[in-house]
C-alpha cells in the first residue's frame, strides 16, 4: 500500500509539471482547455444538439424527472441511514483492518480497490451518463447550456454540462429539482441494469470444469501448501491409503466426509485443477486437534487425531451460483448480507475475476460462443459499470452542500417550510433552508470521514 501511495504522488507530481509547461507555452488556450492547479476544465458545443434532440421528449423528459426526485430522495434517506448505522460498528473495527484514506477517493490507481483499466472506464460512462442527464432536463426546462466537457485529473474524473446561471435561477423549483436529481438517478438505474447483465447474463452462464470444491484459502506451510495447492485450486479427489472410499469429491459435504475418515499423518493424494491443468499431489496430513489448539486455543475431542490438509473450502459451483442469484429474499438480515457481499466483491479480492480463479469455470449457454478472455473481460466490465455507478449516484444522493443531493435536499426544505410555514417570507424560507442544508452536508461529511477515524478512536477507548 505504502508503494501505491508514493507511486501515486510521483504521478500527480509529474502530470503538474506537465500541466505547467503545457500552460506556459500557450497550448492549453489554443486548444480551449482552462487550467486551475492541476485540475484541467476542457469545454465544447459538441454534443448539445444531442442534448436538445433528446429533450423534445419533453413529456418523458418530465416524468423521468419526477421518477428522479423519489428515487433521489428514497436513496438519500437510505445511504444516510446505512452511514448512522455504520457510525457505532466503526469503534469496533480493528486498527490493522481500518480503510486508509485513500479509500475515500475514488479514483482508479489510487483507491487500490479500483482496477485502472476497468475504474478508467466504468468512470468515464459513469460520469458522462451523470451530466448528459443534467443537460436533458436542463434542456427539457428551456435552459440553454452554453458548453459541455470534461474534468481531468491525471484521468478523467468529472464531466460537465455549463447552463446558464440567469436562466437556471427562473426557472421553477421543482424544475430545478428534477435536473438535479436526474444526474444520481441515471447512475443508480444504471448500476441496477448493468448489474443484472452481469449476474443474470455472464454469472449464469458459468459452471465448474468439473465437481468439487473451490480452495478459498491456504495455511502457509500446511500439508496443503506443501503440495503446491493455493487459493482457487479445484480439488476433485482425495485418496486415503488402504482405504476403499470412493476418493472423487463431488461437493463441500464429500469432501469434510473424506477428511473425517483420514487420521493425522496420514498420506493422502489429492488430485486438483489449477491452471486448466489437472495436477496430483502427495500430502501428509496434520492433526487437526493439535492445529486449532495451538492457533484457536479451541479442543474439540471430534478432532483428536484427525487429519488437517490446511485449506478453507467452498462447494464449486457455489461461487457462481452466489453471483448469478446474489440477492436473498428470505429475511431482512439475509437481504442486507448478501447485497453487502455482493458490492463488497472488491474487498474480498473477487473482482475483477480473473486467473486461476477463472480457469476453474467454464462458460455455456448462448455467451458460451465467446472467447474465454473477452467474456471475462465483459462479465468484469459490467460490474465495475454497476459499482462505479453506484458509487456515483449514492455520493450524489447525499445531502452535502454543493453535491446533487445536497441541492435537491435544499430545495425540498424549502418547498417544506412554504408548506409548514405559509407565513415566512420567502427570504427567511431560503435562509433557514440554507442553514438547514449546510448543517446536515457537515453531519453527513463527518459519517464519511468517521468510517476511517472511528477504528482509530475505538483503539484509543479500549487502551
Not at 419533453?58 to 423519489?70: L, Q, S, T, V
Not at 452462464?205 to 491456504?218: E, F, I, N
Request: aromatic letters at 12%.
Amino acid at each position: 500500500m505504502e508503494f501505491g501511495i508514493v507511486t501515486a504522488i510521483l504521478v500527480i507530481v509529474i502530470y503538474s509539471i506537465i500541466v505547467f509547461i503545457l500552460w506556459k507555452s500557450g497550448l492549453l488556450d489554443r486548444l480551449k482547455i482552462s487550467a486551475f492547479g492541476p485540475l484541467l476544465m476542457w469545454r465544447t458545443v459538441r454534443g448539445l444538439k444531442a442534448l436538445d434532440r433528446a429533450a423534445r421528449h419533453d413529456r418523458f423528459g418530465r416524468g423521468f424527472g419526477n421518477f428522479a426526485i423519489g428515487m433521489c430522495l428514497f436513496f438519500m434517506g437510505l445511504f444516510t441511514l446505512i452511514l448512522l448505522w455504520e457510525a457505532p460498528l466503526a469503534l469496533k473495527i480493528p486498527v490493522s483492518a481500518a480503510p486508509g484514506p485513500e479509500y475515500i477517493i475514488g479514483l482508479p490507481g489510487i483507491n487500490p480497490l479500483i482496477p485502472l483499466g476497468y475504474g478508467i472506464v466504468a468512470l468515464a460512462i459513469a460520469i458522462m451518463i451523470h451530466e448528459f442527464a443534467h443537460g436533458v432536463l436542463l434542456r427539457v426546462g428551456k435552459v440553454t447550456v452554453k458548453s459541455a466537457g470534461l474534468l481531468f485529473f491525471v484521468i478523467p474524473i468529472g464531466a460537465f454540462v455549463e447552463p446558464d446561471e440567469e436562466e437556471l435561477k427562473k426557472i421553477s423549483r421543482r424544475q430545478r429539482v428534477r435536473m438535479y436529481a436526474a444526474g444520481p438517478t441515471s447512475n443508480l438505474i444504471l448500476a441496477f441494469v448493468c448489474a443484472g447483465i452481469f449476474c443474470w447474463g455472464f454469472m449464469g452462464s458459468v459452471t465448474p470444469v468439473d465437481d468439487g470444491v473451490l480452495v478459498t484459502s491456504v495455511v502457509k506451510d500446511s500439508p496443503a501448501w506443501n503440495a503446491s495447492i493455493r487459493p482457487y485450486c479445484l480439488i476433485t479427489a482425495i485418496a486415503l491409503p488402504n482405504s476403499t472410499l470412493d476418493p472423487e469429491v463431488t461437493g463441500e459435504s464429500r469432501f469434510l466426509e473424506i477428511l473425517g475418515q483420514s487420521q493425522a499423518n496420514d498420506t493422502v493424494t489429492v488430485t486438483f485443477i489449477s491452471g486448466g491443468a489437472r495436477h496430483v499431489k502427495q500430502a501428509t496430513l496434520w492433526n487437526k486437534y493439535d492445529y486449532y489448539k495451538d492457533v484457536y486455543k479451541v479442543t474439540k475431542e471430534e478432532y483428536r487425531d484427525k487429519g488437517f490438509l490446511g485449506i478453507g473450502s467452498v462447494d464449486a459451483a457455489a461461487l457462481p451460483g452466489t453471483l448469478s442469484r446474489p440477492m436473498s429474499y428470505d429475511s431482512v438480515e439475509k437481504f442486507v448480507g448478501s447485497a453487502i457481499y455482493f458490492i463488497g466483491l472488491p474487498i474480498l479480492g473477487l473482482m475483477p475475476l480473473k486467473a486461476p480463479l477463472t480457469d476453474t469455470y467454464t462458460v455455456s449457454g448462448p455467451l458460451g460462443g465467446l472467447p474465454p478472455d473477452a467474456f471475462w473481460i465483459l462479465a468484469n466490465t459490467f460490474y465495475w459499470l454497476f459499482w462505479l455507478n453506484l458509487m456515483v449516484g449514492a455520493t450524489n444522493s447525499l445531502p452535502i452542500p454543493r453535491m446533487d443531493g445536497g441541492m435537491v435536499y435544499r430545495d425540498c426544505l424549502n418547498a417544506l417550510f412554504a408548506r409548514l410555514r405559509p407565513g415566512w417570507k420567502e427570504e427567511k424560507r431560503e435562509r433557514v433552508a440554507r442553514l438547514g442544508y449546510r448543517i446536515t452536508g457537515l453531519i453527513i461529511v463527518f459519517l464519511i470521514v468517521w468510517q476511517f477515524l472511528g477504528p482509530r478512536v475505538g483503539a484509543l477507548i479500549n487502551g
